[in-house]
């Protein structure tokens, strides 16, 4: 399934719409009135920044801090008489306008996809069950029946070697592995 460019770009600018004004600062402020989409992209964000973070931060305090420190009481003041207000509007006009649409689109879509798709789908999954009973399960338990030794066998055989090998080999290498992730990060 392939989406058009215009619906992907359409679910950009909902999904940086939604995390942007939607989504709170931090996990713990999350509850059941916000979008769904919230809580993956808190928990991809609270993933990552950790690990973006001691790169960043030396390259900012270099380069970058001195120049914010400068812009920054223009920036705070742009925020709270200028950000803030706008996002309170926007929001609210979200909440109003946008929201009762895609939630009026998204039953839309359960009741188009229940109406037209399921009952295909259905339909396809009773046929295709049929269809296995008739012609393949015969053989199919025919050739369980025929190798069932066989894989109790084979089963038994690498289950055993691999306890007897494979395991203890991975606990020896595992220190040594250890040490070389530890010289390759330094």
Request: charged share 15%.
């Amino acid at each position: 399934m392939s989406c058009s460019p215009t619906s992907t770009r359409l679910l950009f600018w909902y999904l940086l719409v939604t995390v942007i004004f939607r989504c709170p600062s931090s996990t713990s402020l999350l509850n059941d009135d916000h979008p769904q989409v919230c809580r993956p992209y808190l928990q991809a964000r609270s993933i990552v920044e950790p690990q973006i973070r001691p790169y960043l931060e030396p390259v900012y305090n270099s380069y970058a801090a001195p120049y914010v420190e400068i812009v920054r009481p223009y920036t705070s003041k742009a925020y709270a008489s200028v950000y803030v207000p706008a996002s309170n509007i926007i929001t609210n006009i979200y909440i109003r306008h946008v929201d009762p649409l895609v939630h009026q689109a998204r039953i839309q879509g359960q009741n188009a996809w229940q109406a037209t798709f399921q009952p295909q789908i259905s339909q396809l999954y009773a046929r295709g069950q049929k269809q296995y009973q008739q012609r393949l399960e015969p053989t199919v338990l025919e050739l369980t029946k025929l190798y069932r030794p066989w894989w109790k066998w084979t089963k038994k055989t690498v289950s055993r070697e691999y306890h007897a090998i494979v395991i203890p080999a991975y606990k020896k290498s595992l220190p040594y592995f250890h040490a070389s992730i530890s010289q390759a990060r330094h």
